[in-house]
Nanobody
Framework: QVQLVESGGGLVQAGGSLRLSCAASGLTFSSYNMGWFRQAPGKEREFIATITERGTFTYYADSVKGRFTISRDNAKNTGYLQMNSLKPEDTAVYYC????????????????WGQGTQVTVSS
């Protein structure tokens, strides 16, 4: 049974930082590309960042480029999203996802999803 479990969300003031974690089990984590998405109330799920199986390539949405960093530790079966210079518009539920094959920014191309973690940025 594949599980992705996000953690690290919370309430932070604008300009602050958070680091999200995504713990994977039930799959060979190092064989999967990983992505982070977010969904704000009343909005569609939005692509944030993706990283290849070995972490050699990363890609970011323009909205977070230069502020967020995606990374992974395959020895720990865990992915990360470091979020700096947070803005109120970053408030959303953040999800990690995994897929085999190449990287993707498209939600339906991911096979496995976590349950999400809430990030709230106050102004």
């Amino acid at each position: 049974q594949v599980q992705l479990v996000e953690s690290g969300g919370g309430l932070v003031q604008a300009g602050g930082s958070l680091r999200l974690s995504c713990a994977a089990s039930g799959l060979t984590f190092s064989s999967y590309n990983m992505g982070w998405f977010r969904q704000a109330p009343g909005k569609e799920r939005e692509f944030i960042a993706t990283i290849t199986e070995r972490g050699t390539f990363t890609y970011y949405a323009d909205s977070v480029k230069g502020r967020f960093t995606i990374s992974r530790d395959n020895a720990k079966n865990t992915g990360y999203l470091q979020m700096n210079s947070l803005k109120p518009e970053d408030t959303a539920v953040y999800y990690c996802a995994a897929r085999p094959g190449g990287t993707s920014g498209i939600t339906y191309e991911y096979d496995y999803w976590g349950q999400g973690t809430q990030v709230t940025v106050s102004s």
